[in-house]
């Protein structure tokens, strides 16, 4: 296959409609719809600088398309969103990723997988103070040192609380949901809490607006285990916990038409494909990890509840 062909095949595979492509391709060049439509029917080609602004626009790795003929290699990416002083190209990142999550929500057969041994994005973006906590510890792990910011300092902008806001909806609305989480992911949560509360990050006060924050989400999770379904949707939702400490933190979004996973590495950023065979490859991983876990939605209320208490008594603990 051609340079270019792999180009528009990386294109097409990130919409499951043309016409979505074609809006987010107007979006970013200066080119009216009937001309976008004429470039994807290859009646005209894309010129050399209307591909390097997509490509840079949408993170597509040019060295990636080239080695992608080879059967071993496949075509991944480095996202490395900055989540404190966003610009543009971060933004519109987190917006394609919201449009795959739409496009995997509308089809019946969709289905999205969570593996994290931490409190995962769809949880903690429920709270504005998490999302910060999140970001202070992200900053402090992986910026510069003059650059860190106490939990106080650390201001979220208005469209960043929209794409939060919007994921964690966006994430209800598949119709299939398994979280596989593992047994400790609420008690390094804490002891994270109370690191950055014994070097001032945390004020007193922070830290008990947190144990609240967290208090309220245990409630809201042991109800939707409990139901193994979202309230608001009444989508399926399958709740796993690890015996084991989950080494590879994953996300899976997959539909009849296109796929996408995630692998999580410092905090906040991932590496993605869209590849179906690296799809193929974690969905066989979860398989393996869920036949060693225990199921907590739906059934097992009494394994349930033991586990939620704990978590409540490891929460209430830090005050």
Same mark, same amino acid.
């Given at each position: 296959?051609?340079?270019?062909?792999?180009?528009?095949?990386?294109?097409?595979?990130? !919409?499951?409609?043309?016409?979505?492509?074609? &809006?987010?391709?107007?979006?970013? #060049?200066?080119?009216?719809?009937?001309?976008?439509?004429?470039?994807?029917?290859?009646?005209?080609?894309?010129?050399?600088?209307?591909?390097?602004?997509?490509?840079?626009?949408? &993170?597509?790795?040019?060295?990636?398309?080239?080695?992608?003929?080879?059967?071993?290699?496949?075509?991944?990416?480095? &996202?490395?969103?900055?989540?404190?002083?966003?610009?543009?190209?971060?933004?519109?990142?987190?917006?394609?990723? &919201?449009?795959?999550?739409?496009?995997?929500?509308?089809?019946?057969? =969709?289905?999205?997988?969570?593996?994290?041994?931490?409190?995962?994005?769809?949880?903690?973006?429920?709270?504005?103070? #998490?999302?910060?906590?999140?970001?202070?510890?992200?900053?402090?792990?992986?910026?510069?040192?003059?650059?860190?910011?106490?939990?106080?300092?650390?201001?979220?902008?208005?469209?960043?609380?929209?794409?939060?806001?919007?994921?964690?909806?966006?994430?209800?609305?598949?119709?299939?949901?398994?979280?596989?989480?593992?047994?400790? !992911?609420?008690?390094?949560?804490?002891?994270?809490?109370?690191? /950055?509360?014994?070097? =001032?990050?945390?004020?007193?006060?922070?830290?008990?607006?947190?144990?609240?924050?967290?208090?309220?989400?245990?409630?809201?999770?042991?109800?939707?285990?409990?139901?193994?379904?979202?309230?608001?949707?009444?989508?399926?939702?399958? /709740?796993?916990?690890?015996?084991?400490?989950?080494?590879?933190?994953?996300?899976?979004?997959?539909?009849?038409?296109?796929?996408?996973?995630?692998?999580?590495?410092?905090?906040?950023?991932?590496?993605?494909?869209?590849?179906?065979?690296?799809?193929?490859? !974690?969905?066989?991983?979860?398989?393996?990890?869920?036949?060693?876990?225990?199921?907590?939605?739906?059934?097992?209320?009494?394994?349930?509840?033991? !586990?939620?208490?704990?978590?409540?008594?490891?929460?209430?603990?830090?005050?």
């Amino acid at each position: 296959m051609r340079l270019y062909d792999r180009f528009l095949e990386a294109l097409t595979g990130r !919409f499951t409609r043309k016409s979505d492509l074609v &809006n987010a391709l107007a979006d970013i #060049l200066p080119l009216e719809k009937d001309n976008i439509y004429r470039r994807l029917r290859r009646d005209v080609l894309f010129t050399t600088e209307e591909i390097m602004r997509i490509a840079g626009a949408w &993170n597509i790795s040019i060295d990636n398309l080239i080695w992608s003929h080879s059967g071993k290699s496949r075509a991944l990416r480095f &996202n490395m969103i900055e989540y404190v002083d966003p610009r543009e190209e971060d933004y519109m990142l987190l917006e394609e990723y &919201n449009r795959v999550l739409a496009a995997v929500g509308n089809d019946p057969s =969709g289905r999205a997988t969570e593996v994290t041994g931490s409190l995962p994005r769809s949880l903690y973006a429920r709270s504005e103070l #998490l999302t910060r906590f999140f970001t202070m510890k992200w900053r402090y792990k992986y910026g510069r040192y003059e650059d860190v910011l106490s939990l106080g300092e650390v201001r979220i902008s208005e469209r960043m609380k929209r794409l939060e806001a919007e994921y964690v909806e966006l994430v209800h609305n598949i119709p299939r949901v398994c979280k596989l989480h593992d047994s400790r !992911f609420v008690e390094r949560l804490v002891d994270e809490i109370l690191y /950055f509360h014994s070097v =001032g990050m945390v004020t007193g006060t922070e830290v008990v607006l947190l144990r609240d924050e967290l208090l309220a989400l245990v409630d809201y999770m042991e109800e939707i285990a409990a139901k193994g379904r979202f309230a608001d949707t009444g989508n399926e939702m399958a /709740f796993y916990v690890s015996p084991l400490q989950l080494e590879t933190e994953c996300l899976l979004y997959g539909s009849r038409d296109m796929t996408l996973s995630m692998v999580k590495i410092l905090e906040r950023n991932a590496i993605s494909s869209y590849d179906s065979k690296v799809f193929a490859r !974690f969905t066989n991983m979860v398989q393996s990890i869920t036949r060693s876990s225990a199921l907590m939605s739906a059934s097992n209320s009494l394994q349930r509840t033991g !586990f939620f208490t704990r978590q409540r008594a490891t929460i209430s603990s830090m005050i």
